[in-house]
């Protein structure tokens, strides 16, 4: 489309101004966690770190136990992610495919479980999981990210089912296979990049969840890295910035890597679940 | 309960009607149990049984057993001004984010929907914040506005605007300052909703319309905005829910503080369950939020609605 020279430049100008606005709390969260504590120091901080370090990494380390904390996410993120996609599909495969009550009670479900403050839901979880001595277990916090992560998966995996074209199963019906034969050899391989993509998306949620493993963890030894994150910033809100910044950061590579691997699939999931056939 | 009941009636009413469609008939239940059931456990019951603890003067860590004392939870709630001022702050809070949240990416989304050349930069960054946790978000945002080492005050030093302040910490200055960080937050995952919806727009529409004559507002007006409209109200309804539900981002931040000035509803039901024990008293607030935010969405999307196309 053709667009005026003035009108060019009022876009670049604004694009420029959204760069900035997006970029700077990142770049400046790096140039934190490489300066020296002298140069954090100072009064008047510099974008660049002028001799970059990484004792705030060393020291993160020191602090806090990053490196159990981030298995403990681990851990419970891949539960997470295997359980939700090995009981979502199947259900997602229904929902896609029929119109029924069921299908329909699940789409319900689905949009009504966002509008919901975890509050109302984590109390009760809480008094249930105590009695199951499930409380300070990550277990528990896997079941719990199970079901948080279930609407949206839900969701992606309906638009990718939708996607498969239904005379695929119905030629391969006609040929003899039965129901579970055709889902299995027809349907289940085209599905596959949807379902990674789902699992992937359900990884980083609990990757990067807080409340339910702020309420359910107590114990430090059992904690998620967002909980320990929030140790680095103490009970006045004073931080030691340097390793506050280096720890943040490691807590953000393995969900932004993973996240710009599928980003692709994410966005097409959400516009697939979003357009009704 | 409904999921029960519409599991029975579908698988038993189902196959005649399905078979050769290549869809599921009578082995329906068996794809959807292992979804259904957990749920149904650790979704759908556990609602129920919050609502019901709303009823009672439930605590944690008491010995004697709970007592079940109907609307009393809520006729304290309706005198409790601290709750209703930390209701007031969500809803400002949630309309001041939400707003130019939607604002902010539609532009940015019409911008990358055009042909220009850093659109992959802005693409790539448009991630950052959406795959990061928000305990990072909110640390980082920390950094941001550190009164001293923080980047924002630095350069308001170097433009000579003042001295620079304690944003997080300052009692007028506290919410915009979350607020600010709750619209970076959320700005991408809008933004790419909006682009997908402005990429299922017919071009030959946008073109036939600039064939003749119309200027950008009228092509926006009158192509744009009537293919969007469905995606924006989604995602502006449920925006509006999540950012009135949120909790990790400020409790990070400034942890409702100062003096109570960012204490969103969510801050204040956490710390009346699981710092003071009140837990059938938390799980009333819980209620509250659901019912007045079911009615303002009610409304919202019945206004928004009428005399359109739906979504």
Known sequence: MRTSTTGRVGQYAALLAYLVFLAFPFLWLLSVAFKSPRELGSLHPTWIPRDPTLDNFRQAFDEQPLLRAAGNSLLAALGAALIAVLIATPLAYVMARRRSLLARAATGWVVVSQAFPLVLVIIPLFLVLKNLRLIDSLFGLVLLYVVWALPFALWMLVGYVRAVPEELEQAAAVDGAGRLRTLVSVTAPLLAPGIVATALFAFITAWNEFFFALVLLKTPEKQTLPVVLTHFIGAEGVADLGPLAAAAFLATLPSLVVFALIQRRITSGMLAGAVKS | ?311
């Open chain 2, 1 to 311: 309960m409904t999921s029960l009941t519409a599991t029975k009636r579908s698988t038993r009413g189902a196959p005649r009607a399905e078979r050769g469609r290549g869809a599921v008939d009578r082995g329906a239940w068996f794809l959807v149990l292992p979804a259904l059931i957990p749920i149904l456990v650790l979704s759908v019951g556990p609602l129920l049984y919050g609502i019901l603890l709303a009823f009672t003067d439930a605590q944690s860590g008491r010995t004697r057993s709970t007592q079940w004392i109907g609307g009393l939870n809520f006729q304290d709630l309706l005198h409790d001004t601290l709750f209703w001022e930390s209701f007031r702050i969500g809803l400002v809070w949630a309309v001041g984010v939400t707003v130019p949240q939607f604002l902010l990416a539609l532009g940015l989304a019409l911008l990358l929907d055009e042909d220009l050349r850093l659109r992959w930069l802005a693409r790539a960054l448009a991630i950052v914040p959406w795959a990061m946790p928000e305990v990072v978000v909110g640390v980082m945002w920390r950094l941001v506005y550190n009164p001293d080492a923080g980047v924002l005050n630095e350069t308001l030093r170097d433009l000579g605007l003042g001295d620079g302040r304690d944003w997080l910490a300052g009692l007028s200055t506290a919410l915009p300052a979350v607020i600010v960080v709750g619209v970076w937050a959320g700005m991408p995952q809008t933004t790419v909703a909006l682009l997908a919806g402005l990429q299922n727009t017919p071009r030959e529409l946008h073109e036939a319309a600039a064939m003749d004559g119309a200027g950008a507002w009228r092509r926006f007006r009158t192509v744009t905005w009537p293919a969007l409209r469905p995606v924006a109200l989604a995602i502006t309804a449920l925006n509006f829910i999540w950012n009135f539900n949120s909790f990790a981002l400020v409790y990070v931040l400034t942890s409702g503080g100062p003096g109570g000035r960012t204490r969103l509803p969510m801050l204040f039901a956490y710390e009346e369950a699981f710092r003071y024990g009140q837990f059938g008293y938390a799980a009333a607030m819980g209620c509250v939020m659901v019912a007045v935010i079911s009615v303002l969405l009610a409304v919202f999307l019945a206004g928004r609605l009428k005399g359109g196309d739906e979504a």
